[in-house]
């Protein structure tokens, strides 16, 4: 959905609208939408603002991905509120006109003609909402390093080769061999 400059330049722009699975694209984010997307709010320019547009509004929506530690789904509800704020982007403008930008600025989106996708804002929210960590539960076990099962469905009584230590981490091999002729030196 257009949210169209133009539009606004007449009277603010109201939205409620429902995304099926698939309408929006999650696809490079590694997670997938499970229901509805539904999101409602309003688009105006602000008066006095030389064409600064705010776009407010709330989105809710179910999200699944691949928990990080032990791969199976985890699901997340996003009910969040958003508020944000946009300036014009002259296409026109050359590098020399760039000029630094204070705190404030740094918040703000900017835009082009004809307007903004309601789309893209919608999933840059809904995104920006799932934690850097995602598992499926707090207290998820992951997987068996030995077997690689599933530890919160089984109880493995996989041993660790040599004992009671795992198997030792060498992605940092190279920069040990590095770090010790290096040292050498």
């Given amino acids: 959905m257009l949210l169209s400059i133009k539009e606004m330049e007449v009277r603010s722009i109201p939205f409620a609208n429902t995304w099926q699975?698939?309408?929006i694209d999650f696809s490079d984010s590694g997670t997938t939408q499970s229901g509805p997307l539904t999101a409602e709010g309003v688009a105006e320019?602000?008066?006095?603002?030389?064409?600064?547009?705010?776009?407010?509004?709330?989105?809710?929506?179910?999200l699944e991905t691949e928990c990080d530690r032990c791969l199976s789904r985890a699901v997340f509800q996003i009910d969040t509120p958003f508020d944000?704020?946009?300036?014009?982007?002259d296409p026109e403008s050359t590098p020399e006109d760039e000029v630094a930008?204070?705190?404030g600025e740094a918040e703000m989106g900017f835009y082009e003609l004809p307007g903004l996708e309601l789309e893209d804002i919608l999933r840059e929210q809904v995104l920006l909402q799932l934690p850097m960590q995602r598992v499926c539960r707090e207290d998820c076990k992951g997987i068996c390093l030995v077997c690689g099962g599933n530890r919160n469905e089984t109880d493995c009584q996989c041993k660790p080769p040599a004992g009671d230590e795992l198997p030792e981490d060498d992605r940092w091999g190279a920069l040990k061999t590095v770090h010790i002729e290096h040292s050498k030196n």
């Fill in 21 to 23: 699975p698939g309408e």
């Fill in 45 to 62: 320019i602000l008066p006095h603002s030389g064409g600064e547009v705010r776009v407010k509004g709330r989105v809710k929506a179910t």
């Fill in 84 to 89: 944000l704020f946009y300036r014009f982007l």
């Fill in 101 to 103: 930008i204070d705190e």
